[in-house]
Each structure stands twice: as structure tokens, then as C-alpha cells.
């Protein structure tokens, strides 16, 4: 790739309006739109609206961290930027070393996937453009809305801007819920270790499936194994879903994307496959590259995967180690995950979900419930147990608050994780989102082989650990962490705290220096759009991008 070490301004984040507003259109079915047209109405739409507020104080954040972007890369001499090459290049050798292009991943994602239930169940539906949610946030909508800009994460009245004639389906949560097994018992016939992201999108390594089959005389395709699976998806519930095959969990979650709806697409397991494939795609199509990424990026001239690599020396020289680490994966089409040796260690499990505001304690404290029932079932599915326990919150003024409380012991137990969670719950607060988080898990051992994305780190949260203010702290810290094992802790040694969002941050001066320390932490969520936002008349499902990196399965 040729080199080119000018920084550009033109593709800079914030312009006239909020970059943190615009419509993402890197979405399947939104291809094509009059984007400055839906921009400018939701503009409109929303001024003034707390919605609108909160995406304010977000895009001033970003802002300002462009503005140091700039300034640092402005200050940047020749011999710096020699010198950042030298080092991706000796990165990238590396990286090339560590390439592995002998498993298949397979992503399958559903379409439309709550929509595309009402539309089964309602089938007058079919026709029309329409959303699930409430005229507070829709949670998706059907491809016919989606060619007005109607899409996930948009409050509803501002979607009816877009579209006057948008049908708003309130969420059916269980219902969902009970399709996602469904749909994950079929999984499990082709991996049974597979990965769930989401309730409607799962990771599946189906290379010994492969290898049985052909043992058994019965040899078939990536392609046909997919296919076949569809199909059965479609039987057993009467909706479609797309899939992508490829070496890595990166790559195919990219690929599911391709052909959607009811489509799939193979990338072949040769690097120059990955290459050709990789070099023209915008980073957006990323899975762990949001908006604000984008934003920062894009103050960088760096839009396509292509540029990531053009770039490489001022993301050596302007981002932390785990950064640029990644979006040199991204750029050689390596991915953080997926049988190249390199995955992160699993740090947490949980689920969380997104309702209708309320104060009401009884009603909280039921969603818990539901919500460490569904917890333990996925510690059980995945052979863990854990001793943090904390609860995440969002307010009605969408500020995100987290507090966590250790356990005497390891434990998977429903109705213990319950109680701890509880005991965290915030009196008095309109709340519109609940979650609760295991962490401190035990080895993961018996877990086996962990394939595909399980347990990739978005690169939103990568920055937001750069960002951390206890980063200083951290190093300070780093002895006496270094000195304790997880087996120590589970011996009774001091208790030590690990701040489930930064995972690098631990104290042993009790909870309340952990609180203190996380809520610091997550404020700088703040920075990061709230794109998984939702909020219904029932229960919904939302998968924050703080928690995409962990198995979770949002209830
Ligand atoms: N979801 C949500 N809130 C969001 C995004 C999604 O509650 N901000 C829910 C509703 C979606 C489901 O998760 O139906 C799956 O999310 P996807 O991103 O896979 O979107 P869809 O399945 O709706 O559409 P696509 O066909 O693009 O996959
Ligand atoms: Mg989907």
C-alpha cells in the first residue's frame, strides 16, 4: 500500500451540526439515502430535546479530543513519523507471523430481527415501513423504513419526521427471547461452543463440523453448511438470517453484512482474498469502530481500511499501544480474535436490558432478577463462575452509572448474583436501563476452545481505557496487582477491586474507592454515542458497546 503521511481536515468529525446526530448509514438497506437531507430533518427534530442535549455535551467531548488529536499530530516531526513506520512495519511482521487462515468462522446475524418477529406474527405489517420501540427510541426497524433513515437507536418521533407513515410496534422482549433459542439450538448443531453476541447474532467455528462431516463421507462446502443452516433457521422459525464465512471473527462479522437480507458471502482463506477485501472497506463496517472512532479517525484523513494502513506512523504516534495494535489487525484484515493466538482473556459476563423509565423499586428489583437469572445461565452455559458483582444504570437523563460489590465466594448462583446486584440499586431514580455484570471470573480452563469473537475488546472501549483518569494510578497500582493471583484472592488474601470497565484499575481500599473510580471511568463513556439505546413499553434488549467485547446475551 502506498505510503502518504499528510493529514487531512476535509473528512474531520464535527461540522455545522452534531457528528454524534448523524445517521449511520453503514447499516444493511441504508445504502444510497439522501443523507445530508435525514441529517438535516433529524437535526431538526431533535433540537432542544434532552436526546439532543446528551448527543451535545457527547460531540463537545469528542471535539475537544480532536482538537488535542490535531494539535499532537501537528507537532509531529519527520524523524517521529520515520520512526512510528519503522515500528508498524516491524508490528505488522509480526502480526503476519501470527496469521491463521486455517479456521472457518462463520457470523450469522438475523434480519431485522425484532421487526422481522412482529412482521411474522402481524403479517399486515409486511408491507409497511415500520419500527419496534416506542416514540422515545426505537430498538430496529424493517429494510422499507430503513430507506427513510429510519434506523435502530432513533428516538421514534423523530423517525416519524423521516417517515409520517412508520408503523411503531411496541418491544415484545420474551418473544424475542424465545426465538433467540430457537435460533441458538441450531447453532449449537454446528458448533456447540458457539458464541453468542447478541440475542439475534452469534460466532460459530464450524471447522471440526467440517472435518466430521468429511470424516463421515458426507463432505460439504463452508457455503453449504451455511446455507443448510439458514435454511433450518427459517424452518424452525419462520425468519431469515444472514451469514458470513471467513478466516476470522472480524471478517465475518463484516461479511454477514454483505448480502443482507437473507443472504450469505464467503471470503476465502488466502491473504490475498483478505487483502483485496479489506483494503477498500470503510472502518465504520468495523465491528468495534463506532461514531466517535470514526470521528477521531476520521480528523486523521483515515477512512478506509486502506488508510489505516497509509496512516499507521500517526496511529503508532497519537494512540496507546492497545490502539494502534488493533487497527493495524484491522488493516492487515487480522482481526483481535479468531484462532490467531491472540485473544484477550474473557474478564466478565452479563446482560442488560432497557425499559420504559420508571422509579418504581419492586419493578427494578424484578428486572434484576430476571436479568442475573438469564446471567447465570450464560455462567453456567460457559463453565464460570464469579465474585464481582455490578450493576450498571442508566438514568432517564441517559447518564450511565455502574456499582459494584464483591462476593464472599465464586459463585453462579441466580438468586445470590440477585441479591448482590439489589443491594446496588439506587433509590429514588427514574431508570431506563438495568444491567448486571459477573467479573473476576474463574479460569476459564474447561471452556475449551474459544473460537471466533468471543471476547473482542471494541476499540471505543480500547480508547476509553487510554482515556481513563486513573490511567497514572494504574501504574502505581501495578505492583501490588502483580503480586496477587486470582488464586490468592480466592484464598483470602486482601481483596483486591478491578474496575470492570477499565479491567486495568484495582484498589484494595474497599468498594467505595472502586465507585468512586468507576463512575470517573465511565464518564468517559460519555465521549461515546449511545447507539444501542433503547426504551419500550416492555422489556427490550440492548447491547451497550462497552459490553460488546464480553459474551452477553441482553434480556
Ligand atoms: N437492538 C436494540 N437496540 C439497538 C440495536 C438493536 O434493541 N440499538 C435489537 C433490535 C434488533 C436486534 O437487537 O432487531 C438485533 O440487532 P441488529 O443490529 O442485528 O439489527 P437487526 O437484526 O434489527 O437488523 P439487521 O438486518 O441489520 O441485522
Ligand atoms: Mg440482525
Redesign the pocket.
Known amino acids: 500500500m502506498a505510503g502518504n503521511s499528510d493529514v487531512s481536515t476535509e473528512k474531520c468529525g464535527p461540522t455545522e451540526s452534531l457528528g454524534v446526530m448523524k445517521l449511520n448509514d453503514h ?3 441504508m445504502q444510497g439515502l439522501d443523507t445530508a437531507k435525514i441529517n438535516q430533518i433529524i437535526e431538526e427534530a431533535s433540537k432542544g430535546s434532552q436526546f439532543y442535549q446528551h448527543k451535545q455535551k457527547n460531540q463537545e467531548r469528542i471535539n475537544a479530543k480532536i482538537a488535542n488529536l490535531k494539535a499532537s499530530c501537528a507537532k509531529l516531526t519527520e524523524e517521529q513519523k520515520k520512526l512510528g513506520r519503522f515500528k508498524m512495519d516491524n508490528l505488522a511482521g509480526k502480526l503476519e507471523l501470527m496469521r491463521d487462515l486455517s479456521r472457518t468462522i462463520v457470523h450469522v ?7 422481522a418477529v412482529e412482521i411474522r406474527d402481524c403479517p399486515e405489517l409486511k408491507t409497511k415501513p415500520m419500527a ?1 420501540g416506542s416514540s422515545a427510541m426505537l ?2 426497524s424493517n429494510y422499507h423504513a430503513r430507506r427513510f433513515g429510519v434506523r ?2 432513533m428516538p421514534g418521533f423523530i423517525a416519524k419526521k423521516l417517515c409520517p407513515e412508520l408503523v411503531i410496534v411496541p418491544t415484545n422482549f420474551p418473544k424475542y427471547t424465545e426465538v433467540s433459542r430457537q435460533v441458538q439450538k441450531v447453532f449449537a448443531d454446528y458448533d456447540p461452543e458457539f458464541s453468542a453476541a ?4 452469534a460466532y460459530l467455528d464450524i471447522t471440526d463440523f467440517l472435518v466430521a462431516r468429511k470424516d463421515a463421507g458426507a463432505e460439504m462446502t463452508a457455503a453449504e453448511a451455511v446455507e443448510e443452516m439458514r435454511a433450518k433457521i427459517l424452518e424452525s422459525t419462520q425468519l431469515t438470517a ?1 451469514a458470513g464465512i471467513a478466516p476470522n471473527g472480524m471478517l465475518a462479522k463484516v461479511c454477514s ?1 454483505k448480502n ?2 437473507n443472504g450469505q458471502f464467503v471470503l476465502e482463506n488466502t491473504r490475498e482474498a483478505v487483502m483485496e477485501f479489506i483494503k477498500d472497506l470503510p472502518i465504520r463496517k468495523i465491528s468495534g469502530i463506532g461514531n466517535v472512532t470514526e470521528q477521531l479517525l476520521g480528523a486523521l484523513g483515515v477512512s478506509t481500511c486502506r488508510d489505516l494502513w497509509d496512516k499507521r506512523e500517526l496511529l503508532y504516534l497519537l494512540f496507546s499501544e492497545s490502539s494502534y495494535d488493533y487497527f493495524l489487525r484491522v488493516a492487515l484484515g487480522i482481526g483481535s480474535f479468531g484462532g490467531d493466538g491472540s485473544e484477550r482473556e474473557r474478564k466478565s459476563v452479563s446482560c442488560e436490558t ?1 425499559f420504559r423509565s420508571t422509579s418504581d423499586h419492586e419493578e427494578l428489583c424484578d428486572i434484576i432478577r430476571q436479568l442475573s437469572a438469564d446471567l447465570a445461565r450464560d455462567l453456567e452455559r460457559l463453565g464460570l463462575t464469579g465474585r464481582s458483582v455490578t450493576l450498571k444504570y442508566k438514568t432517564d437523563k441517559f447518564d450511565v452509572k455502574t456499582r459494584i460489590t464483591q462476593l464472599m465466594s465464586q459463585t453462579r448462583d441466580g438468586a445470590v448474583i440477585a441479591k448482590a446486584a439489589q443491594s446496588l440499586l439506587p433509590v429514588g431514580l427514574h431508570l431506563r436501563l438495568l444491567g448486571v455484570r459477573m467479573s473476576q471470573l474463574t479460569s476459564p480452563a474447561e471452556t475449551g476452545n474459544n473460537s471466533a469473537g468471543r471476547k473482542q475488546r471494541t476499540l471505543d472501549e480500547l480508547l476509553l481505557a487510554v482515556e481513563c483518569p486513573a490511567r497514572k494510578k494504574r501504574k502505581l497500582d501495578a505492583q501490588v496487582s502483580n503480586s496477587l493471583t486470582e488464586a490468592d484472592l480466592t484464598r483470602g488474601a486482601p481483596l483486591l477491586f478491578t474496575c470492570p470497565v477499565c479491567h486495568s484499575w484495582r484498589t484494595s481500599d474497599g468498594e467505595v474507592a472502586l465507585n468512586s473510580h468507576v463512575d470517573e471511568c465511565l464518564n468517559q463513556q460519555v465521549l461515546y454515542p449511545e ?4 426504551t419500550s413499553a416492555g422489556c ?4 451497550s458497546k462497552l459490553d460488546r467485547y464480553v459474551i452477553r446475551r441482553a434480556k
Open positions: 447499516k444493511a438497506g446475524d438475523m434480519d431485522a430481527f425484532y421487526a419496534v430498538t430496529t435502530a437507536a447478541s440475542l439475534d447474532e444472514s453484512d443482507k437480507p432497557t447507539q444501542q439505546s433503547t427490550s434488549s440492548s447491547q
